[in-house]
């Protein structure tokens, strides 16, 4: 279950509720915080649950935004999505801040695809709030993860950091480069299997060169790039990067940098069990000159790449080094060695538990799309059913389709369409057989041509 950035209430006036004209059924609450709220709820009609994101509404939506986000989810895969220009990229003002917010995440969810970013599958409106409709990701957000766990074996917390550089990779390569501008451990999911998801796009921008004030809205200082909260600078890829170096550090070293300290390019000591590879990697990383930082996230993967394997070299020596020890120690001890070692010395932590038969594993993009698919499908269907029930007339009781007589109107219009057909299929045929017979008599004359040479031969 996706753990909130606050304590999560007990008790919600959404839950046990249907949504959206009871197309969703409410049952729990994920996540709690002060501008929006994330619901899991199951579709009535498909029995899929999905995480449905609330926030305040304070303007409509602009036409252009509803048309884009209607076309989205009618599409069945990104491959039929059309050529947008780079103007048609940016997002439009809705005249809210809110409102704005939830329409730039509807917008890059619609627009981006990658296995480690939640599909959108529907939005709405209901009671003064909007609503996003994403993929239920089982498991924890990491800040809930580091609070039980950190400080994390170094492996693992690269294993973690090369997932995230992947997905900013992602983002930074496309036209023009998206920067996600709020890395942190709250706005990633960590789920049973490992893997990691990004989540919360509100904050996500386009980057345009020039653009001094996409760093308004940001929240205090933690994880954000000094040029993000000082107004010296314009926020990039690099910014995002930092945000990565910053959070490495705590999950090896399991404290935050305090803001003050990122201020600073000294080095910084996380412990002693530290190599002086990664050490000079956290450092570079997070540098408060953007210049003396990471350039791009592909370099910084390859580094990622680089230390990962000095690491399970160095985690490798430890075993053997323990291994000794044993040996040394009590002979009789070998019978599974690997069971007197810490799980802190085989670089990974102890397996998390099991996910329940109640938590679902969250599908391949492929699978999103076909869900996508069946769940615009039902909605249709949905609204085609309320809309023959509008038209029925309030006292006429409803009677069965297979006794209700057609209209004298209808069912001439029918019979002229099947007279229509028939004479059609009438026609083609006529007109195939006329086409066989020249073709014989073409061939006839063929043949009779060549007997004739034949026969005139000596």
């Known amino acids: 279950m996706l753990q909130g950035k606050s304590v999560i209430p007990q008790q919600d006036a959404l839950l046990g509720c249907t949504l959206h004209d009871g197309e969703y059924l409410v049952r729990r609450v994920l996540e709690y915080g002060n501008e929006c709220k994330t619901y899991m709820g199951i579709h009535t009609t498909l029995h899929i649950p999905f995480a449905l994101k609330q926030s305040r509404a304070d303007s409509p939506l602009p036409e252009t935004v509803i ?10 895969s990104p491959a039929q ?11 439009p003002s809705s005249g809210g801040e809110l409102t704005d917010r939830f329409l730039r995440e509807a917008l890059l969810l619609t627009r981006l695809h990658h296995a480690a970013i939640p599909t959108l599958y529907d939005y709405f409106f209901e009671d003064g709030y909007w609503y996003l409709v994403t993929d239920y990701i089982p498991g924890t957000t990491l800040s809930a993860y580091l609070r039980h766990h950190a400080p994390l074996p170094p492996l693992e917390a690269l294993h973690y ?6 997905v900013l990779d992602y983002l930074h390569r496309q036209e023009p480069p998206i920067i996600f501008r709020d890395l942190q451990p709250s706005n990633i999911v960590l789920t049973p299997g490992g893997t990691l998801m990004l ?16 760093t308004q809205d940001l929240r205090v200082p933690g994880y954000v790039a000094p040029e993000q909260y000082q107004g010296e600078g314009q926020s990039d890829g690099r910014s995002d990067l930092f945000s990565l170096g910053v959070l490495l550090h705590e999950m090896i070293g399991g404290e935050r940098l305090s803001p003050a300290s990122l201020l600073l390019d000294a080095p910084r000591q996380i412990h002693a069990d530290i190599s002086v590879a990664l050490q000079a990697f956290i450092n570079l990383a997070t540098r408060s000159q953007p ?3 990471f350039q791009n996230a592909q370099t910084l993967y390859l580094a990622l790449d680089r230390i990962s394997t000095l690491e399970e070299r160095r985690a490798y020596q430890r075993y053997v080094q323990k291994l000794r020890q044993i040996e040394q120690k009590d002979a009789e001890q070998m019978a599974f060695p690997m069971a007197s070692i810490p799980a802190t010395e085989q670089g990974w932590k102890e397996p998390q538990e099991e996910a329940s038969d109640e938590e679902p594993v969250l599908p391949g993009l492929e699978e999103r799309y076909l ?16 809309r023959v029930s509008a038209q029925l007339p309030a006292n006429e009781p409803a009677q069965k389709p297979e006794t209700k007589e057609p209209e004298p109107e209808r069912r001439l219009s029918t019979d002229s369409l099947l007279l229509r057909r028939i004479g059609h299929t009438q026609h083609n045929m006529r007109t195939l057989l006329l086409l066989c017979f020249v073709l014989t008599i073409m061939l006839t004359c063929i043949l009779l041509v060549v007997f004739l040479s034949l026969q005139g031969q000596p």
């Open 67 to 76: 048309a884009e986000l209607d076309a989205a989810l009618r599409e069945r």
């Open 81 to 91: 999505q059309c050529e947008r220009t780079a103007r048609e990229l940016y997002f």
């Open 161 to 166: 950091a090369m997932q995230l550089c992947d």
């Open 199 to 214: 989540v919360n796009f509100g904050m996500a921008r386009y980057f345009k060169k020039g653009q001094y004030s996409d």
């Open 291 to 293: 210049m003396y930082r």
């Open 371 to 386: 869900r996508r698919e069946s769940l615009y499908l039902a909605r249709v269907e949905r609204r085609g059913q309320r």
